[in-house]
């Protein structure tokens, strides 16, 4: 696919914003979606809208078998041994909220521990203390990288579960995760990654990293929102309860007893998003086609190019400088407040992140109160990041 087909490919590019051509940096707060993507949502609710698993017309088995085929795409994008091992969740949030509240329910009591990182986001935070866990945090150095060592060493008798990202949103460090797991198993623990912002800019191969569990969300890798997927090695998805209860997750019901559904069915209650897991399948068609090494190789371009141009902006100082990360840059311009900085890129068409990114232990770990973020996707340019350059050295010389 030509470079400039792609860009092409996503309508709200061609917008402005406050009389200047937008420039979309937000990308880790969620990626703009492709034309495919979006007549993926106009074909379903124009030509093949019908509930899918029940009715017996040719609409339900149209979209039925439609849906399904996109749970093999994903296994396919994540490499899972079977696509019984997908489950669709409205996203990364509702799939670790499914792990800590089933595998909760069954295996932490008051006092058991769950060793969390010290970068992640609140959602594999809060899930796990609603799940009554303790949790333990495995510190990171100023660069932005885990402590593998102390890692080793938080393991005790009460640890039920690891539960890492395996790239972080503020931050942009890849985590270890396929380490992490072989210690974590050493240990009789299992590993649940949460990969939401991992799938869009690295090749996902979920047996390769040996996790138990892997959540991501489709809007941060060109899908709709609303949509998202919960891997579990199936021996895990097995033993856990279901999550919520309701149509399509029973296989019998009666007033005295209720048998479950089989995988993945047991853990996707009621009429799920059809349309949005439909635009998921496109999504993935169209990462493919682009490639997702020729992603990580664009993404990266741009990122060295980034740090290079705003090292030389005064006063910058870049939060999170692990080696290998991915195309996410925090930063801080001086003493000004990140919210400001932002405000001012917004009025000349540049759209970033301000603040704790709900990541609010890495901002005590720094003592920040926020931070500036740009985050590039496969449609970014050279152009824009030299634009958002620019713009940080007219701002540094402004406040
Ligand atoms: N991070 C960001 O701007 P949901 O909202 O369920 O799609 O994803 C939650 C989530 C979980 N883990 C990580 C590592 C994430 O980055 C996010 C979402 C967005 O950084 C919105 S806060």
């Given at each position: 696919m030509l470079y400039s087909d792609i860009r092409s490919s996503f309508p709200l590019l061609d917008s402005t914003v406050h009389g200047h051509p937008l420039i979309y940096l937000d990308n880790a707060a969620t990626t703009q979606k492709p034309q495919v993507v979006i007549d993926a949502l106009c074909r379903y609710y124009s030509s093949q809208n019908s509930n899918i698993h029940?009715?017996?017309?040719h609409l339900a088995a149209v979209a039925t078998e439609m849906f399904e085929e996109v749970r093999g795409k994903v296994q396919r994008l994540i490499n899972a041994k079977s696509s019984d091992e997908v489950v669709f969740t409205r996203g990364t949030t509702e799939s670790i909220n499914l792990v800590a509240s089933s595998f909760g329910r069954q295996n932490i009591r008051p006092g058991d521990e769950v060793i969390v990182s010290g970068m992640e986001h609140h959602s594999n935070i809060v899930p796990w203390q609603l799940a009554g866990a303790s949790l333990r945090p495995i510190p990171f150095s100023d660069?932005?990288?885990?402590d593998m060592q102390t890692f080793e060493r938080l393991f005790s008798p009460r640890t039920r579960m690891v539960a890492v990202a395996?790239?972080?949103?503020?931050?942009g460090t890849v985590n270890p995760v396929a380490d992490m797991a072989r210690v974590a198993h050493a240990h009789g623990v299992p590993i649940l990654v949460d990969g939401a912002q991992a799938v869009s800019h690295l090749s996902v191969d979920v047996q390769a990293l040996d996790c138990d569990f892997y959540c991501f969300s489709g809007h941060k890798m060109y899908a709709p929102m609303g949509v998202g997927v919960m891997y579990g090695k199936r021996e895990r998805l097995e033993e856990l309860p279901p999550y919520q209860g309701g149509g399509?997750?029973?296989s019998d019901v009666s007033f005295e007893k209720t048998t479950f559904n089989s995988?993945?069915?047991?853990?996707?209650?009621?009429?799920?998003s059809v349309a949005d897991v439909l635009g998921l399948g496109a999504a993935i068609d169209f990462m493919m086609q682009v490639g997702i090494d020729n992603i990580a190789q664009h993404e990266e371009m741009l990122l060295q190019l980034a740090i290079e141009k705003m090292s030389q902006v005064s006063g910058m100082r870049f939060i999170g400088t692990a080696?290998?990360?991915?195309s996410v840059v925090s930063f801080l311009l001086g003493s000004a407040h990140p919210y400001d900085v932002g405000t001012l890129l917004d009025q000349m068409g540049i759209a970033v992140r301000t603040g704790h990114h709900c990541t609010q232990p890495v901002m005590q770990r720094y003592g920040i109160p926020g931070t500036v973020r740009a985050s590039f996707a496969i449609y970014n340019t050279a152009d824009e990041v030299d634009a958002l350059c620019h713009a940080l050295q007219r701002i540094s010389s402004m406040l």
């Open positions: 029940r009715g017996a017309h660069e932005g990288v885990l395996h790239v972080s949103n503020t931050l399509e997750m029973i995988l993945p069915f047991k853990f996707e209650a009621g009429t799920p080696k290998g990360k991915v």
